[in-house]
């Protein structure tokens, strides 16, 4: 067992959620200024092989493990990050404009079930000031853009908001993720819908054409949406030529849960990560890529909390994955032994 299982993670979890996320990030961003300490985290975390590096949409990914939205919102970490193992960083949910998000108490942990729920509502600094920190880019690691809408502006103008993001990203990152599946921001994944959907996808697209290179562009889709619009999705995906899909967001649903209904109301409304929706999110993944005959590029991530998890969304058909709640609960060693078993696997097929 690692130490940060054995030690940090008991500990941590003695204090409010949200107030030790921000106090990690305040070592972690202290911690990316400093050259050696990068270089050693990269040494003792980092696994490189040639049966790792994967090649989707136009970029070389360095292993197919990266961490998904949500973690570092505002591009503060990302170097640092980079250095504890993962292929490939993804920042957001960013919006045009700063805004603080859903009121607090916000984020719950269900440890016995190695889940989280939240209800942050994109609490960022805003694009503007995460461009500023990723013109600091010191390391040559993959950066993910994920795009969403400031909580007052309409569905109907939703548009601007992420053509805004779009343009302030395009020089800084190395592919865009567009989020209409967030539980938390009122009325959102209607924009998941057949039209809006595809007009919002289409003009990001009209505009990546017309860059001198063009971006890879994804969608992140909700795990509680049934099979016809998983069907439309997928048409939606092939009519407007985005380069993928990142399946799944959190979910609204608490089965799995294995606490009393008492507990769980307590916590509310928000989107529930970690262990109980590993199974949602495969089966989703695996519709996706047996409908879509394999032709659509699937990020798998939702509940990959151990190795064999890892193995399964990669098996449903996921090229990538992305950890989240499992690096919360298991720490940077769950990188790593997910990309030493990915090596193993591949000796063993030769």
Not at 55 to 64: I, Y
Not at 92 to 118: C, H, M, S, Y
Not at 233 to 260: C, M, P
Not at 327 to 340: C, H, Q, V
């Amino acid at each position: 067992m690692s130490l940060y299982r054995l030690i940090i993670r008991p500990l941590l979890i003695q204090f409010d959620a949200e107030k030790i996320h921000k106090f990690t990030f305040s070592c972690l961003t202290l911690f990316q200024k400093i050259a050696f300490i990068r270089k050693i985290s990269s040494l003792f975390l980092t696994k490189n092989h040639p049966e790792l590096e994967r090649e989707l949409f136009g970029l070389r990914f360095p292993n197919p493990v990266g961490l998904a939205a949500g973690l570092d919102k505002n591009a503060e970490a990302f170097d640092m990050l980079g250095s504890m193992g993962f292929g490939f960083i993804e920042i957001g949910t960013l919006t045009p404009k700063p805004q603080d998000g859903n009121p607090k108490p916000r984020l719950f942990r269900f440890v016995n079930d190695k889940a989280i729920v939240n209800r942050m509502g994109f609490n960022n600094d805003g694009v503007l000031e995460a461009v500023e920190r990723l013109k600091k880019k010191k390391t040559n690691v993959i950066i993910g853009g994920n795009i969403g809408k400031n909580k007052v502006t309409p569905n109907e103008l939703a548009s601007d908001d992420y053509i805004n993001c779009f343009e302030a990203l395009y020089p800084y990152v190395n592919y865009f993720v567009v989020n209409v599946s967030s539980p938390n921001t009122p009325n959102l994944r209607a924009l998941q819908d057949k039209e809006p959907l595809k007009d919002l996808l289409n003009k990001l697209m009209g505009l990546n054409k017309i860059k001198k290179k063009t971006k890879p562009i994804l969608l992140k889709i909700a795990p509680d949406i049934n099979e016809a619009q998983l069907d439309d999705i997928i048409e939606i995906v092939q009519d407007t030529k985005i380069a993928g899909i990142v399946a799944t967001n959190t979910t609204i649903s608490r089965d799995g849960l294995s606490y009393s209904e008492k507990e769980i109301e307590a916590v509310g409304a928000g989107g529930l990560s970690g262990n109980p929706l590993k199974k949602k999110s495969t089966e989703v993944i695996r519709y996706i890529h047996q409908k879509s005959n394999g032709s659509i590029p699937i990020i798998g991530v939702g509940g990959i909390m151990t190795v064999e998890d890892a193995l399964e969304k990669l098996d449903a058909g996921a090229s990538l994955i992305q950890i989240y709640t499992g690096f919360i609960y298991s720490g940077p060693s769950l990188i790593k032994e997910i990309n030493k078993a990915l090596i193993k696997r591949a000796k063993v097929k030769l």
